[in-house]
């Protein structure tokens, strides 16, 4: 990595010269807990069962790269879910769920200029499909959480692609989809804040760090320290049409 400059206040760029073009990339991906979104979702449904601190630290520690297997990781923070009712996730997406700062002009702006938007989570699909929705976002990929008579089992579903999106699957599904667009992974952009995304960061063509982990603001083109996600346009400002 090149020596990092501040190209704005609370924004830093290495690796990259600025200003970029909005246009000449063609997919964007984004996580979503902590970076689309103000939660960590499997903390903020841990609070029910009255584990949130216990299920916190494993998060932080996943996040910060201390627990290497990512999937070992969230197998025990669901298990310790098990009994929570799905009303409980109904509120967590109702009273404490927000979009990030900036997320939704980053995202049209985005589709604006010709980008495809991804969503690719270790989070869970009651949330992500309500968000992809809610930002108008083309694709997303997160874990499934089974559900018994109304509660959580302490498990996740296997799905088509495989049993849970990791960092690894964050990336392969990066790359898979631009095989699918016929364009090179060189034209598409990665957001994210933990651990677990630097793979698909490593993968992009641009990688931004949204109020990321240290680990992850080291390795980033674009670090956003301050402000919302669509400080990434002062970096890539929009055409005027």
Same mark, same amino acid.
């Given at each position: 990595?090149? !020596? @990092?400059?501040?190209?704005?206040?609370?924004?830093?760029?290495?690796?990259?010269?600025?200003?970029?073009?909005?246009?000449?990339?063609?997919?964007?991906?984004?996580?979503?807990?902590?970076?689309?979104?103000?939660?960590?979702?499997?903390?903020?449904? @841990?609070?029910?069962?009255?584990?949130?601190?216990?299920?916190?630290?494993?998060?932080?520690?996943?996040?910060?790269?201390?627990?290497?297997?990512?999937?070992?990781? $969230?197998?025990?923070?669901?298990?310790?879910?098990?009994?929570?009712?799905?009303? %409980?996730?109904? *509120?967590?997406? !109702?009273?404490? $769920?927000?979009?990030?700062?900036?997320?939704?002009?980053?995202?049209?702006?985005?589709?604006?200029?010709?980008?495809? !938007?991804?969503?690719?989570?270790?989070? &869970?699909?009651?949330?992500?499909?309500?968000?992809?929705?809610?930002?108008?976002?083309? &694709?997303?990929?997160?874990? *499934?959480?089974?559900?018994?008579?109304?509660? $959580?089992?302490?498990?996740?579903?296997?799905?088509?692609?495989?049993?849970?999106?990791?960092?690894?699957?964050?990336?392969?599904?990066?790359?898979?989809? !631009?095989?699918?667009?016929?364009?090179?992974?060189? *034209?598409?952009?990665?957001?994210?804040? #933990?651990?677990?995304?630097?793979?698909?960061? #490593?993968? @992009?063509?641009?990688?931004?760090?949204? %109020?990321?982990?240290?680990?992850?603001?080291? %390795?980033?083109?674009?670090?956003?320290?301050?402000?919302?996600?669509?400080?990434?346009?002062?970096?890539?400002?929009?055409?005027?049409?």
């Amino acid at each position: 990595m090149t !020596t @990092a400059r501040e190209f704005a206040p609370g924004l830093i760029v290495q690796g990259a010269d600025a200003p970029l073009r909005l246009a000449d990339f063609r997919l964007i991906a984004f996580d979503m807990d902590s970076t689309l979104i103000n939660i960590e979702c499997v903390d903020e449904i @841990a609070d029910a069962a009255g584990r949130k601190a216990e299920v916190a630290a494993i998060t932080e520690a996943a996040m910060q790269g201390v627990i290497s297997d990512y999937k070992e990781s $969230l197998r025990q923070r669901v298990a310790l879910l098990k009994g929570v009712p799905m009303s %409980h996730l109904e *509120q967590v997406y !109702t009273q404490r $769920l927000r979009f990030n700062p900036g997320a939704q002009q980053l995202v049209t702006a985005a589709k604006a200029a010709g980008l495809a !938007t991804l969503l690719v989570s270790g989070g &869970f699909t009651f949330f992500s499909d309500r968000v992809r929705a809610g930002l108008g976002i083309d &694709f997303a990929r997160s874990n *499934q959480l089974e559900v018994c008579d109304g509660v $959580l089992t302490g498990r996740m579903l296997d799905q088509t692609w495989g049993d849970i999106c990791d960092g690894a699957e964050k990336r392969r599904t990066l790359l898979e989809l !631009t095989s699918l667009m016929g364009i090179s992974p060189a *034209q598409t952009i990665a957001v994210g804040d #933990g651990a677990n995304d630097l793979p698909m960061m #490593g993968a @992009a063509g641009l990688s931004v760090a949204y %109020h990321a982990k240290p680990a992850v603001r080291a %390795h980033a083109n674009v670090a956003i320290n301050e402000g919302g996600l669509d400080r990434l346009l002062e970096l890539m400002p929009p055409e005027k049409v």
